[in-house]
């Protein structure tokens, strides 16, 4: 009999989770919903990928007890505390549906629109989607057709806009969502698995996984309904969690014994300031906010609204909505309005859901955190009521933040936003007198999950008289810039009051707030921001004064005849900063070309497993339940770069009590080796022994009972470090070529130069001598970090899980520093949540650390990196240095190229020594006339560089385009006229690649090059472009056309196939399925090439398929899963294996033919099993020497549009043509380059990976790295797989997909480098003196702040004396 659930009591702590209820007796108060889940449930849904990824997603259900109804939102199961869910419901993906008691349509449309790659993401986007389809249902909206939701297309699309993906590039998840909505045109949705190309609407309807609300509903049982119906509170004492009903009751905790005692006491309410504000300490009593009613209620009178502090941000928006509806006309509902917009720009929805306003607001006094939430209040003129030990004090929001901060015991009420109203002479409005606000804030993402550069709101009451527009007051607030607090721009708004608005006070404006809004020594950008202060100034200004348009027709230096009216609509447009109108993504348009040769390869069959993976029940390293006295470890890294490491203390000396052990290289068995890593070159010490050779060199691990205890004990260690009589460390590419400190490159692997750079200059008109360009990395942010479990098994073996792209290399890793015989290591992988080269070479530490602490220990150990300690050891993309000389023709056909070119590889070899070869593999995709070049790998003092995405092979194109482009302005000539000039016959393709080019009708690039124009109307664009451009100051659109010529390499491959009495077949291959859909196109040669028997019954072989985990022990030499590549080799052993079974197969197939007309699989497969006919085969793949190297090709072009005033980059649209062969899987293809396209957005545009001046990765997590959200992918986003045809040497005519498409999205960089120009050119035209050379470096990545530097960060001013110097 089984033992009955432990009671938590009557007060006890008791909340369901899909369904079954859980009742806790204990627990330690700082525990999460996701340690809870992940640690005590068999529900592994959640996912943690980093405070703000959305990948921990759930949804909440909670009695409201004053609505007295059940109230759904989703939040994040990492920062909310277990305590908190007191009677509440949790629903997380798989208890909507699951792979026994069937899928959610949810699950389902995600599968069938291709929405899920490596799957670590879609769990928690499935959560964010089913909130918003719960929410709908509860409006008053009319009843969507059968099958749809009441939601609608656009909130489809922004319930997702919080969740992270690094995979898909969201497009598809995009459409899975969207095809819930209402209001959806299914032809909008893209390439799917429901329905045909041409099928009617009706069949399409019929065809989509039926959707229903009411069979969806959340789960919430009448029995917890009932208990919590009226507010049933946790015990406080056995919690240690308490819950004050009145501000008495909590006035007296806060005062209590305890707290003078010394006893750390915290309040909370969402708890989600802990996703920024990490705690490295722990607490010993929580009070939580919430049942105060005073805190959590919404009181109107007269005067304004009043918010309790513990409202959550949602409600706050939910209400401010609501009131603006009942009275549209009011200026002073408009203020709400706009509140509530802008503070649905503040973290994701599932944050806002729990993060309460007064939270916001303390972080904002206490920690002088960048809020958004202060600025708008302090515009407005708002107040709050603050509880000062036994005083309640109301104060104006200024005083509020001026004000020391806030001791822990002092409490926010609650806040008060005043009703604004035209100024009133005598009690009555005047006539003439309107109310104008506007916020802004400059953030990387426009939808929000980002924090901004500067946010700022703004409030006017002007009037009109006949001089113009009168200012009769304002109030100016600036924040986020690099203050402590938001602030008024007091002399500022001095000086407008009373003026009326003319070019010259706007002018005079400007100055004084560039003088105001100035940000704190040290602040990032510092320039940028105050830059944006005066140009939201100008275009709040602006928007209502219309000094630009007036300036334009005549240059008056007074307005006239303005009408208050058209000044309020033009404020509430505000016109400048919308980009390019609304920021939903049009319908996108897929052209796949399936071929049927080779049926079922070349089906878009939907990925294997998505289904599993959207419902959460996929398994990845970190589900594998703990076993029985499991340990788990933490990494403590140098912050040095180069130091002897003379011991570790930690805080609490000697180490805190939860510490089981220390593991450093002291640990490392004497028959055993110090070594972490190994490649085909080499390899890399696993802790650094007493000397750290850079800032992230790994120094020990720390392991504890719990991964939560291991991390805050590995934060509180205390390095001693000692670098007297030690070398300065390398920490640049300059020093490196000083001090002579290079790695080898392998005389094989060197790339061969071109012609006779010499005779090429000569032969050139113009030449561009010594120009520089630098690149800097870029990191893998794979959404699950590295982690592996480490299992001790009998008689000194060691069985390890590992989330890794090359189980092999960890193998032999784990064997030698063990010191044991690689026979007694199993490496076993089933599938990693994203890896893009990051789990490559740099898994093998994680799982080399837990085998040996469990060989040390003789218990199981995992690790699971937490996002900061994966940023600061994974390397990344490599940094470098390139010089380049050009010779070209006056008619930009280029004669002559030379690079110098120093690449940063960091400490160790790693794969580096490939990196000329890539690059240069790129470099050759122009005809250059004559090609030389100087590559030098330098080592240095940081964490070595590894393998990321199209390695080398994005940097080498890069240059490319970098240098056409400089060829192009130097000649004021069109660039795509250059590249036109530049781009290889296959005459030049064949000297530049050899063998690589193959056969002519294998050069598929010009007719990519014309067709890519063709679809995306790339002439008419440009004329329309430069249309837009005319007549548009402050934005400015660019397009760009790029081409990619990317080499490829295949390597040798493993594997075996089974067939099982049942007809079943398992199969195992080398390459590890990473979400790149290795695994789907396996299946399907298994089916293809086993239907080679040609019996009854193999037309759905494909079903019968297993590919299973690998494991390094049951199928070796699994090698590498790298190089885009690795699908087509294993496809191909696969096949080779398939081939032989059929051989064996045949004779019995004829007899048994013969003898019964007609055979079907499972019989003939029974009959070989009894005729012991061997039905296993294994091969080993190895390409033949004239078939290892190819090319492939493809094609973009990306049109954005740039706000001059704020930096902004978006992209309106993107087209790609892209070469797949005959795809073995279209569907799969087109994932595949859509989401390497927008992680090469990423690294183009957004990702700035930053170090301190030791070389230390200061970017840790969600806050400070920004990858790509669905906000900032093009907006319409048109992709073609081309079906280039038969390639004999190919396998299966295929080619690959992974890495090449990622080149294509420098095609977004040099569109926004043309709109550049044309600001730039703008700026001449203005008389500008600095800053309007066509000739200049756009960085990589072109953030915000760059393409404004490079617009003119003075542009405002510029303009304004422009017209008064008219
Ligand atoms: C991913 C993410 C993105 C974000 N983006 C933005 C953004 O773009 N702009 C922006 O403005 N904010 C942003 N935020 C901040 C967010 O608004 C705050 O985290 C949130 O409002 C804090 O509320 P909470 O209830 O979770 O506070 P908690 O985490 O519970 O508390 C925060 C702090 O305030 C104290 N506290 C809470 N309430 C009170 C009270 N009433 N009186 C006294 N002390 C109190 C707590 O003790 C604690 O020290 C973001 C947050 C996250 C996690
Ligand atoms: S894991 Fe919770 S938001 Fe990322
Ligand atoms: S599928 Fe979204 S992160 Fe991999």
Known sequence: MEAAPPSAGEDGLIFEVNGERFEVPEVDPSTTLLEFLRSRTRFKSVKLGCGGCG?????????????????????????????????????????????????????????????????????????????????????????????????????????????????????????????????????????????????SKEVKVSKLPFYNPKDHSCSYTEKLED??????????QKYSWYSPVTVDELRNLLHSDMVENGKRTKLVVGNTANGYYKETEKYDKYIDLRYIPELSVVKEDNSGIEFGAALSISKVILYLKEKSKVNLRSSGDMVLTKIADHLEKIASGFIRNSASLGGNLIMAQRNYFPSDIATLLLAVGSSVSILTGHKHEKIMMEEFLRRPPLDPKNVLLSVQIPFLEPIRINGTVQTNSRLLFETYRAAPRPLGNALPYLNAAFLADISCNKNGILVNSIQLAFGAYGTKHATRAKKVEEYLTGK?????????????????????????????????????????????????????????????????????????????????????????????????????????????????QASGEAVYVDDIPSPPNCLHGAFICSTKPLARVKGITFKSHPQPAEVAAVISVKDIPREGENIGSMAMFGSEPLFADDLARFAGDLIALVVAETQKNANLAAKTAIVDYDTEGLDPPILTVEEAVERSSFFDVPPFLYPQEVGDFSKGMAEADYKILSAEIRLGSQYYFYMETQTALAIPDEDNCMVVYSSIQCPEFAHRVIAKCLGIPEHNVRVLTRRVGGGFGGKALKAMPVAAACALAAHKLRR?????????????????????????????????????????????????????????????GAIKKYDWGALSFDVKVCKTNHSSKSAMRAPGEVQGSFITEAIIEHVASFLSMEVDSVRNKNIHTYESLKLFYGSASGEPVEFTLPSIWDKVARSSSFDERITMTKQFNRSNIWRKRGISRVPIVHELYVRPAPGKVGILWDGSIVVEVGGIELGQGLWTKVKQVVAYALSAIHCDGTEDLVEKVRVVQADTLSLVQGGFTAGSTTSESSCEAVRLCCNVLVERLATLKE???????????????????????????????????????????????????????????????????????????PAVDLGQIEGAFVQGLGFFMLEEYLTNSDGLVVVDGTWNYKIPTIDTIPRQFNVEVLNSGHHQKRVLSSKASGEPPLLLAA????????????????????????????????????????????????????????????
């Open 55 to 199: 990948a921990c997603v759930v949804l909440l259900s909670k009695y409201n007890t004053e609505l007295k109804q059940v109230e759904n939102f989703t939040v994040s199961s990492c920062l909310t505390l277990l305590c908190s869910i007191n009677g509440c419901s949790i629903t997380s993906s798989e208890g909507l549906g699951n792979s026994k008691d069937g899928f959610h349509p949810i699950h389902q449309r995600f599968t069938g629109f291709h929405a899920s790659q490596c799957g670590f993401c879609t769990p928690g986007m499935c959560m964010s989607l089913f909130s918003a389809l719960a929410n709908a249902e509860k409006t008053n909206r009319p009843q969507a057709s059968p099958g749809f939701s009441r939601l609608t297309v656009s909130e489809a699309e922004k319930a997702i806009a919080g969740n992270l993906c690094r995979c898909t590039g969201y497009r598809p998840i995009a459409d899975a969502c969207k095809s819930f909505a209402a209001d959806v045109d299914l032809e909008d949705l893209g390439i799917n698995s429901f329905w045909r190309k041409g099928d």
């Open 227 to 236: 208990e919590y119906k009226s507010t049933r509170l946790l015990n406080s």
């Open 500 to 612: 009326i608005l003319s070019v010259g006070i706007l002018n005079e404006a400007i100055k004084l707030v560039k003088g105001d809004v100035v940000s704190e020594e040290g602040t990032s950008h510092a320039a940028y921001r105050s830059s944006l202060a005066a140009g939201f100034l100008f275009e709040f200004l602006n928007s209502f004064s219309s000094v630009g348009s007036a300036i334009s027709g005549g240059l008056p230096e007074n307005l006239n005849g303005l009408s208050l009216d058209g000044a309020a609509k033009s404020n509430n447009e505000s016109e400048i900063s919308q980009i390019g109108g609304s920021l939903l993504l049009s319908s996108a348009k897929q052209v796949v070309e399936s071929s049927k040769d080779y049926h079922p390869v070349g089906a878009p069959m939907p990925k294997f497993g998505a289904a599993i």
């Open 860 to 920: 199981p150990v995992r690790i699971y990196l937490d996002r900061k300690t994966d940023m600061i050891i994974a390397g990344g993309r490599h940094p470098m240095k390139i010089t380049y000389s050009v010779g070209f023709k006056s008619d930009g056909k280029i004669t002559a190229l030379h690079l110098d070119i120093l690449i940063n590889a960091g400490i160790t070899t790693d794969i580096s020594p490939i990196m000329p070869s890539n690059m240069m």
């Open 1151 to 1225: 007899k048994l033919q013969e003898e019964m007309g007609s055979v079907k699989w499972d019989a003939l497969i029974l009959q070989a099993h009894y005729q012991n006919i061997n039905l296993a085969a294994n091969s080993f793949f190895v390409p033949d020497s004239s078939s290892t190297k190819y090319l492939n090709y493809g094609a973009a072009v990306s049109e954005v549009e740039v706000n001059i005033l704020t930096g902004e980059t978006r992209i309106l649209r993107t087209d790609i043509v892209y070469d797949c062969g005959q795809s073995m899987n």
């Open 1307 to 1366: 095609s977004v960089h040099c569109a926004t480098r043309a709109a550049i120009k044309e600001a730039r050119k703008q700026l001449k035209s203005w008389g500008a003196a600095d800053g309007t050379d066509t000739v200049f470096q756009l960085d990589v990545p072109a953030t915000m702040p760059v393409v404004k530097q490079l617009c003119g960060l003075d542009t405002v001013e510029i303009y304004l004396q422009t017209l008064l110097s008219t």
